[in-house]
């Protein structure tokens, strides 16, 4: 498998060459961003390991010099022949691209629908708008990155070319500005934002960061390695949503009334419910020790006690109070 690098210059080949009447080596070279390999043995081998995956690349040869393209037809694929309810959720898929509008990513999936919609008959249009009235999809709370379109451009190049980069952040728990320089590892989305996982240099350690609080971001010149054995779903494993710290192991109990619906939902990967007599239900989690876990907690209201460990319910008891006597 090519590594991530070697993925992004080939899909940015592929993009150079769809449509184009053919391209020589010194054409492609002089196209691709600076910081990719410029090579022609590099951008040969990319052209031979997208040929050998099945596309279907052309080579002529005109006035000594030979040129690259797609096989003409494979840009204008057939339109596929959609049944109804798959119509229904490729066009009702869109509204789940909202968090991400703007992006490149969401640009190249809602044209791609775009084209999907426009292959529809009238018909087949009025009746994704009347299935519209039936069926929609409400997202929650979540951020826009709309405006952010040129900083998630620059992560993605420096996560794939494995580069640091230097940036000016906005810390909410300290109400300010500073410098960093961190090794980009991942994009995450969860819970409705969009974050950063990344080595920073000046804390020595793994860090989150939110993408919408990076004032701007610079990519360096200076390659770095990602540890061996550093793995994205183990780093965010524990958290409830968003927010990692210590693991522990917690048990919770619910009313009948809020078992009813508590019990049909996964609100966490390690979750594991027991319903008991008169229709309570026991839940066991195993997440990260933070505020985000006691304002989950709080959420049910009277519904949900802790019921281990003692410190948490403390906490909890502790912060319920809060709600009545702190002033802002």
């Known amino acids: ?62 006035n000594g010099v030979t040129r690259w393209r797609l096989m003409e037809g494979f840009r204008d694929i057939p339109a596929l022949g959609f049944s109804a309810t798959e119509l229904m959720a490729l066009l009702l ?76 952040y906005y810390s909410a728990s300290r109400d300010g500005i500073s410098r960093r320089e961190v090794d980009p590892y991942h994009l995450w989305f969860a819970a409705g934002g969009l974050y950063l996982i990344a080595f920073c240099h000046r804390r020595k350690e793994v860090l989150l960061f939110a993408v919408e609080r990076i004032r701007s971001l610079t990519l360096t010149d200076h390659p770095y390695q990602m540890p061996l054995g550093f793995n994205v779903q183990e780093y965010v494993q524990d958290a409830l949503n968003v927010m990692r710290g210590r693991r522990m192991d917690v048990e919770l109990l619910s009313t009948r009334k809020a078992a009813a619906w508590v019990k049909d939902k996964i609100w966490h990967p390690s979750q594991n419910n027991q319903l008991l007599k008169a229709g309570r239900l026991k839940m066991r989690v195993t997440v990260a020790d933070n505020d985000e876990l006691v304002g989950w907690i709080l959420s049910f209201a009277s519904q949900v006690k802790v019921v281990a460990p003692e410190a948490l319910r403390a906490k909890v008891r502790e912060e319920a109070k809060k709600i009545f006597q702190e002033k802002f």
């Not at 592929?14 to 691709?32: C, I, P």
């Not at 629908?113 to 426009?118: M, P, Q, R, Y």
């Not at 993605?156 to 070319?161: E, F, H, P």
Request: glycine share 6%; charged share 30%.
């Open 1 to 62: 498998m090519p590594r991530n690098d070697q993925i992004t210059r080939q899909w940015y080949l592929l993009k150079l060459l769809d449509g184009s009447q053919g391209r020589s080596l010194q054409d492609l070279a002089e196209s691709v961003p600076d910081d990719y390999p410029k090579n022609s043995r590099t951008l040969r081998r990319d052209l031979e390991a997208l040929e050998a995956v099945g596309f279907p690349l052309i080579t002529e040869r005109r």
């Open 93 to 168: 898929s869109r509204s789940l691209l909202k968090p991400l509008e703007g992006t490149e990513i969401a640009e190249s999936l809602d044209s791609a629908l775009s084209k999907a919609s426009a292959a529809l008959p009238p018909q087949g249009h009025e009746y994704v708008r009347a299935m519209e009235q039936m069926f929609t999809v409400g997202l929650g709370p979540h951020k826009s990155y709309r405006a952010h379109k040129q900083t998630i451009d620059l992560i993605s190049r420096a996560i794939d070319t494995r580069h640091t980069v230097q940036m000016r």
